[in-house]
């Protein structure tokens, strides 16, 4: 059974530092891995999605690796700014008994402060 | 602007009164989805659908229904509301799930309080 887990569940740094945030998952067989963003109340923004033929992706500031024989994800956020707050979720897609699924991990949240 | 719509953004209701929260997306996508999001559960899938006329059941499918008429619209249907289903639910889409390369649109969500 797949499961994704994200550590650290909550995170606070000062501003301006560089912030790793980890995904786990327990099957490899999976179609891609996604990064969201959730500011509190609202949905979630798509920020990263790594097919499972691809080892990372880069947008701005941000740089998610994906490594399939370990099932570990990771997220590198530069240079953190306070806009960077939010709630950060991972997403595992794959097939199961016939079945497309997509499981998300807890979160992590994170607050940058001034 | 490509979005996700949800209506209502918040919903009072009463146990046993039967509700629908409505998602359309403008963006041709194939693939839908409803999720339930709770504290410390995360987010859990309800119902999905990859095309017009095909639905099927997620990790959470008791006390809901869903369709597929079109392809821009799939509506949350709570026949039979009870507390347990108070929780705050989010529509997405995509434009495929199956080729690995399309990334997950959101809506705002819906804060649901059945009392």
């Known amino acids: 059974k797949q499961e994704v887990t994200q550590i650290p569940a909550a995170l606070s740094v000062p501003e301006g530092e560089n912030l790793v945030l980890n995904c786990s998952f327990t099957d490899s067989a999976i179609y891609n891995l996604q990064w969201f963003r959730q500011d509190p109340g609202k949905g979630l923004t798509s920020l990263l999605l790594?097919?499972?033929?691809?080892r990372e992706q880069t947008s701005g500031r941000l740089n998610a690796s994906l490594d399939k024989s370990s099932g570990r994800s990771t997220l590198y956020i530069a240079a953190s700014q306070p806009g960077d707050s939010a709630t950060y979720l991972c997403?595992?897609?794959?097939?199961?008994?016939?079945?497309?699924?997509?499981?998300f991990g807890a979160g992590t949240r994170l607050a940058v402060h001034p | 602007e490509a979005q996700v719509t949800q209506n209502p953004r918040y919903l009072i209701t009463v146990t046993g009164k039967k509700l629908t929260v409505t998602c359309s997306q403008n963006m041709n996508h194939e693939y839908m989805s409803w999720y339930r999001q709770d504290p410390g559960l995360g987010l859990r899938q309800i119902y999905y659908?990859?095309?017009?006329?095909?639905?099927d059941k997620g990790d959470v499918p008791e006390g809901y229904k869903v369709s597929r008429k079109e392809k821009r619209n799939f509506p949350l249907i709570l026949e039979s509301p009870s507390p347990n289903q108070t929780s705050l639910y989010f529509c997405a889409s995509s434009l495929s799930i199956s080729d690995g390369s399309s990334p997950l649109h959101f809506g705002n969500g819906t804060r649901l309080t059945v009392t």
């Open positions: 659908s990859m095309n017009v006329e095909v639905t």
């Open positions: 997403a595992v897609s794959f097939i199961s008994g016939g079945y497309n699924k997509l499981i």
């Open positions: 790594i097919q499972s033929s691809q």
